[in-house]
């Protein structure tokens, strides 16, 4: 059974970093680039970025760029977002979602997903 | 960045019935569109991609169709299961953007 299993539930303070993992089980783990995606509460969806965790090469959103980070340990299967000054308006549930094969380029839909994250950012 | 824009926002519908949701983008995305499911405290589902061909294990009472501006899906039987929050995303450009939603309710 393919699987992307996330971390637990953050409540974090104004300014504040939060790091969320994504560990990938049932399939090769570096041959599919990992997206992670926000959904503030009663949202929509908002891509963040993407991290292809065979050569660790990553891209970011331009509206994430400079506050995010993402990096994967192949050991273990599992990526991390590290979202960094934090604000109360990134209080969202995050997803990490598996994309395209490695093989490709880096646009694609997204066929498996983690159970999401809840950051709470609250004073 | 494109703007993907859904109608109707919201979509009354009966159990058994059809319905018909639609995804514009603001400008050419060619095929390359997704559509997915959300259910209230639920990761997103992806039941198409290509525009048109269907996800693992999606019924078949799913379908998309489209090219480049205008996109549709299409539930054609409606199962009570059925009921929940569509969204289209547009994946031709970087970074790939979602549409606000469609919510499908009961009528």
């Known amino acids: 059974q393919v699987h992307l299993v996330q971390s637990g539930a953050e409540v974090k303070k104004p300014g504040a970093s939060v790091k969320v993992s994504c560990k990938a089980s049932?399939?090769?783990?570096?041959?599919?680039?990992m997206y992670w995606v926000r959904q503030a509460p009663g949202q929509g969806l908002e891509l963040m970025g993407w991290?292809?965790?065979?050569?660790?090469?990553?891209n970011y959103a331009q509206k994430f760029q400079g506050r995010v980070t993402m990096t994967r340990d192949t050991s273990i299967s599992t990526t991390y977002m590290e979202l960094s000054r934090l604000k109360s308006d990134d209080t969202a549930v995050f997803y990490c979602a598996r994309g395209a094969t490695v093989t490709r380029p880096p646009f694609s839909s997204f066929d498996l997903w983690g159970q999401g994250t809840l950051v709470t950012v609250s004073s | 960045e494109i703007v993907m824009t859904q109608s109707p926002a919201t979509l009354s519908v009966s159990p058994g019935a059809r319905a018909t949701l639609s995804c514009r983008a603001s400008?050419?995305?060619?095929?390359?569109l997704a559509w997915y499911q959300q259910k209230p405290g639920q990761a997103p589902r992806l039941l198409i991609y290509g525009a048109s061909t269907r996800a693992t294990d999606i019924p078949t009472r799913f379908s998309g169709s489209g090219s480049g501006t205008e996109f549709t899906l299409t539930i054609s039987s409606l199962q009570s299961e059925d009921f929940a929050v569509y969204y289209c995303?547009?994946?031709?450009?970087?970074?790939?953007?979602f549409g606000q939603g469609t919510k499908v309710e009961i009528e």
């Open positions: 049932g399939y090769t783990f570096t041959g599919y680039y």
């Open positions: 400008q050419s995305v060619g095929s390359n």
């Open positions: 991290i292809n965790p065979n050569s660790g090469d990553t």
């Open positions: 995303q547009q994946y031709n450009n970087w970074p790939g953007t």
